[in-house]
C-alpha cells in the first residue's frame, strides 16, 4: 500500500493541472466568500448568520475541487495510463483506496487554506457593514464553537465532494460526463428546491440533496429551522459519497482496463 501511496501522489502532484485547480480552488473560495462579505449588510440583513456568509465561496470552489477528483481517475482512462497502473498494481480496490487517500489529503490541505482565508476575509470585511456588537454580532473567531464547527465542516465538505467525484469518475471513466454528473447532482438540485412548488417536496430537496445537505454544516444560527441538522447534513453527503465509491470501486473491480 505504502508505494501505491507514493505512486499516487507522485501522479497528482506531476500532473499539468493540479496545481493549476488548487490555486484556482483557494482563489474562487476566499475571492467569492470576500465578495459576499463585502456585499451583506447590517442594517438590511441584520438577521444574517455571518459565519455562513463568510463561507459561501464553498460553493464554487467546489466545482475545481469536483474537477480535478475526476482528472485524478478519469484522466488515467483517456490516455490510456490506467493499464500500466493497473499492472503495477493489479488489487484494484488498494488502487483506488490509494487515490482516494492521496486526494483527501491534498484537498483537505487546501481546504483549510481556503476556509482559513474565507473567514479572514469575513472577520476583516464584516464589522465595516453593520455587523458590530452593538447589534448583536462578535468578530468571527474559531474560538466561537459553532464558527469552528462550520469551518472544520467546510473543509470536511470538500473532501467529501472531492471522493464522490472520484467514484463517478471510476464508475462513468470519462472525464467529461463524471464533471457532468457531478456537477448536476450538486447545482441542479437547489434550482429545482427553488422552482416546486410542494412545500414537501422544496423540505426533501432540502434535506437530501448533497450540497443543501452537505452545508447545513455551516450554519451558525437558528439551527431549529434548518430542514436538516449541521452534521447530520454533512452524514446525508458521505451517505451519497460512499454510495458513489463503492458503485466505482464495484464497477472497477468488474470491468477490464
Not at 508505494?3 to 493549476?20: D, F, I, Q, Y
Not at 499492472?87 to 486526494?103: D, N, S
Request: hydrophobic share 55%; charged share 10%.
Amino acid at each position: 500500500m505504502r508505494h501505491a501511496l507514493h505512486a499516487e501522489w507522485t501522479k497528482l502532484r506531476t500532473a499539468p493541472g493540479t496545481v493549476w485547480l488548487l490555486a484556482a480552488s483557494i482563489v474562487l473560495t476566499a475571492g467569492a466568500s470576500a465578495l459576499a462579505a463585502a456585499i451583506v449588510k447590517c442594517p438590511g440583513s441584520c438577521t444574517a448568520d455571518t459565519t455562513k456568509v463568510s463561507l459561501t465561496g464553498i460553493m464554487l470552489g467546489q466545482a475545481t475541487v469536483a474537477t480535478l477528483a475526476v482528472l485524478v481517475m478519469s484522466g488515467e482512462y483517456s490516455t490510456g495510463m490506467i493499464r500500466v497502473t493497473l499492472a503495477a498494481m493489479p488489487r484494484r480496490p488498494a488502487l483506488l483506496a490509494a487515490k482516494a487517500a492521496v486526494l483527501s489529503g491534498v484537498v483537505l490541505a487546501v481546504g483549510a487554506i481556503a476556509v482559513g482565508a474565507s473567514l479572514l476575509a469575513g472577520r476583516l470585511l464584516e464589522p465595516g457593514n453593520g455587523f458590530t456588537a452593538r447589534h448583536g454580532f462578535a468578530a468571527l473567531s474559531l474560538a466561537h464553537g459553532p464558527t469552528l464547527r462550520a469551518a472544520a465542516g467546510s473543509v470536511l465538505y470538500l473532501a467529501l465532494i472531492a471522493l464522490l467525484s472520484l467514484g463517478a469518475a471510476t464508475a462513468l471513466r470519462d472525464s467529461a460526463a463524471a464533471i457532468t454528473v457531478v456537477l448536476g447532482l450538486l447545482y441542479i438540485f437547489p434550482v429545482l428546491g427553488d422552482v416546486v412548488l410542494n412545500p414537501a417536496w422544496q423540505h426533501r430537496i432540502a434535506r437530501w440533496a448533497p450540497m443543501n445537505a452537505g452545508l447545513a454544516i455551516q450554519a451558525t444560527r437558528n439551527l431549529g429551522t434548518l430542514p436538516i441538522g449541521p452534521w447530520a447534513g454533512l452524514g446525508v453527503l458521505a451517505a451519497w459519497t460512499a454510495v458513489a465509491l463503492l458503485a466505482g470501486g464495484l464497477l472497477l473491480r468488474l470491468r477490464d482496463a
